[in-house]
Antibody, heavy 122, light 113 residues
């Protein structure tokens, strides 16, 4: 059974960089028609796709976040990561990592992590 | 960006009755060359991550009860829960994967009447 587990600081100061890692177990990050994604959910609100990365390194970003976003894959550790720079309170959310079915672009999300609460506050 | 609009925002249905959730996209998500709608549906129970129910507008995922079904094409889609069960209390989201950025509907909350 595939499992995804997010980790990272729960509190980040404004203007700093939010960093999260998603560890994948029960399957290889380098196999199959999949990409690896981040989705966030502000308190009491809906879902926002942040971006996705294929194990080949191809990245797909939400244009609204692209200028602040870095995604990476480490196949040797079977994990992928998110860095979001210059955060503000509007970036406070539960951050989910997820696997996406991927053919010529990322499609739907078939496995999700439990989520990591991140609060931006001084 | 493709805007996904769900209706209603919430609905209350008696146990055993039908729940119908609508999702409308601001432009088509039907890819004609393969005749597939690039649309998925998710269920999010309280305190849980979303769970994929349906892909390609109408393909139920393995293990998803048959009371969940998806229909529609082009810009108008429906998720139907026949015979609502207590465990179906949740938020439901549609998502288009026709184009980047991937976008979700605002969600529909299903409760028991």
């Amino acid at each position: 059974q595939l499992r995804l587990l997010e980790s990272g600081p729960g509190l980040v100061k404004p203007s700093e960089t939010l960093s999260l890692i998603c560890a994948v177990s029960g399957g290889s990050i380098s196999s199959g028609p999949y990409s690896w994604a981040w989705v966030r959910q502000p308190p009491g609100k809906g879902l926002e796709w942040i971006g996705s990365i294929h194990y080949t390194g191809n990245t797909y970003f939400n244009p609204s976040l692209k200028s602040r976003l870095t995604l990476a894959v480490d196949a040797s550790k079977n994990h992928f990561s998110l860095n979001l720079s210059s955060v503000t309170a509007a970036d406070s959310a539960v951050y989910y990592c997820a696997r996406q079915v991927h053919y010529n672009s990322p499609y739907y999300f078939d496995y999700w992590g439990q989520g990591s609460q991140v609060t931006v506050s001084s | 960006d493709i805007v996904m609009t769900q209706s209603p925002d919430s609905l209350a249905v008696s146990l055993g009755e039908r729940a119908t959730i609508n999702c409308k996209s601001s432009q088509t998500v039907l890819y004609d060359p393969i005749n597939k709608n690039f649309l998925g549906w998710y269920q999010q129970r309280p305190g849980q991550p979303p769970k994929l129910l349906i892909s390609w507008a109408s393909t139920r995922e393995s293990g998803v009860p048959e009371r969940f079904s998806g229909s529609g094409s082009g810009t108008d889609f429906t998720l139907t829960i026949t015979s609502l069960q207590a465990e179906d209390v949740a938020l439901y989201y549609c998502q288009q994967y026709y184009t980047i950025p991937l976008t979700f509907g605002g969600g529909t909350k299903v409760e028991i009447k």
